[in-house]
């Protein structure tokens, strides 16, 4: 049995760290789910999700010694995936990873078991929750409201999560699909 590799994405300040988080809370006693630690070359305490911080260099050598399964740059950063989320598929784990919209083609043609699960959230939500956050200065928020505003990730294996209420109810819908999809 193959396991389904969760793609979520959405653009910035849609909440996708927070349900990542509380779905990885909620299955952490099922261990048939796994949710991968990205690498991303970002200091390990510049807030947002637990990563593993790596060096450019070290992350380029990653990439070339095929220690990666998924990897793109975004924002200056380059993130990626590590590459045992291929055996884990292949023993029937379901992993569930934040990536970006940009590697979906790559990744579909790599992984034959394969659900993308694309947040969403009303402009406003998003530019509040940006703010909140505190990284991003006005500009690049304005920025970031307009690409989500330009976003739109299409497909038979898509799967659209809106998510404006609470955090316990985005958190509870997405567990929904990882169950049932």
């Not at 990897?71 to 200056?76: K, Q, V």
Request: charged letters at 25%.
């Amino acid at each position: 049995m193959t396991g389904t590799l969760f793609l979520i994405v959405g653009p910035s300040g849609v909440g996708k760290d927070s349900l990542l988080d509380g779905a990885k809370a909620e299955l952490s006693n099922d261990p048939i789910y796994h949710f991968p630690q990205r690498f991303i070359t970002r200091p390990q305490d510049a807030g947002g999700e637990d990563h593993i911080a790596i060096e450019p260099s070290e992350f380029e050598l990653k990439r070339q010694r095929g220690e990666l399964a998924l990897f793109w740059n975004a924002h200056g950063l380059s993130y990626g995936v590590p590459a045992d989320i291929a055996a884990r598929l292949e023993r029937g784990q379901q992993v569930v990873v934040n990536v970006s919209r940009a590697i979906l083609d790559e990744a579909r043609q790599r992984f034959s078991s394969l659900v993308v699960v694309s947040i969403t959230a009303p402009s406003t939500v998003i530019e509040q929750r940006l703010i909140a956050r505190g990284r991003e200065t006005a500009s690049e928020i304005a920025d970031r409201i307009a690409r989500a505003a330009a976003y739109d990730v299409t497909g038979p294996d898509v799967i659209l999560l809106s998510n404006d209420a609470s955090l316990d109810a985005g958190v509870s819908k997405l567990v929904e699909i990882l169950e049932t999809s």
